[in-house]
């Protein structure tokens, strides 16, 4: 079963536009991650932060995490059209477990 | 460099038949994942080998899913007497560190399997 949720399931805006999108999650972890997976293709990592970490910059991609809410959010600044595609988060609680628990994704059509 | 590589891209299986799944990891990277990706849902895990030990298997959701690694290297998924529900994506990922959950995961454009 997936732990995490997203919000909202479905953005769409204008290029140009900010798109924030939102995660949140149940149980403590180690690390948080954030996924792009366009359509018919593989997931490609964008970012990570850890459970010490409050914020962390790429490019035009800005990461926040509250532990204290257990939820992180996912801004993508200045959208274009090739930013189309579907972000999962993605946590690893630690514990001795590798594995990822991937929310149900947010599906993200920016419009030119 | 080569990425993380699947094969076959699809697969059509009568329900029933029994199927394998090949993943190639990057080249030296010692942990291995596989994830199920039903449609419109996010990644499911499956299992993790680190090099050829399979340390995790409880997201295999029958007896009928196995999966081996023996040299370390490539992975197999096999999936036997196929059924519907096991109509998904399957998503291979591998990633360099045995330290637990810190290194990302790099996944394979995944094998979409079609049991009829």
């Known amino acids: 079963s997936q732990q995490g949720e997203e919000d909202p399931q479905a953005l769409s805006i204008q290029e140009g536009e900010n798109a924030t999108m939102n995660c949140s999650y149940k149980?403590?972890?180690?690390?948080l991650q954030w996924y792009r997976q366009n359509s018919g293709r593989g997931l490609v990592h964008l970012i990570l932060?850890?459970?010490?970490?409050r914020e962390k910059h790429s490019g035009r991609l800005r990461v926040t995490l509250d532990t204290s809410k257990k939820s992180s959010s996912l801004l993508i600044t200045a959208s274009r059209a090739a930013d189309t595609a579907s972000y999962f988060c993605?946590?690893?609680?630690?514990?001795?477990?590798?594995?990822?628990?991937f929310g149900q994704g947010t599906r993200l059509t920016i419009n030119p | 460099g080569a990425g993380v590589s699947q094969s076959p891209r699809y697969k059509v299986a009568k329900r029933g038949q029994d199927v394998a799944l090949r993943c190639d990891p990057i080249s030296g990277h010692v942990s291995l994942f596989w994830y199920q990706q039903a449609l419109g849902q996010g990644p499911e895990f499956l299992t993790y080998?680190?090099?050829?030990?399979?340390?995790?298997k409880s997201g295999l959701p029958s007896d009928r899913f196995f999966a081996e690694r023996p040299e370390g290297s490539v992975s197999t998924l096999k999936i036997q007497r196929t059924q519907q529900e096991d109509s998904a994506v399957y998503l291979c990922?591998?990633?360099?560190?045995?330290?637990?959950?810190?290194?990302?995961?790099?996944f394979g454009p995944g094998t979409r399997l079609t049991v009829l």
């Open positions: 990922a591998s990633s360099t560190s045995t330290v637990r959950g810190t290194d990302t995961q790099y």
């Open positions: 932060i850890r459970s010490n970490e």
């Open positions: 080998f680190q090099n050829e030990a399979q340390l995790d």
């Open positions: 149980t403590s972890i180690n690390n």
């Open positions: 993605a946590t690893n609680h630690g514990g001795g477990a590798q594995k990822l628990v």
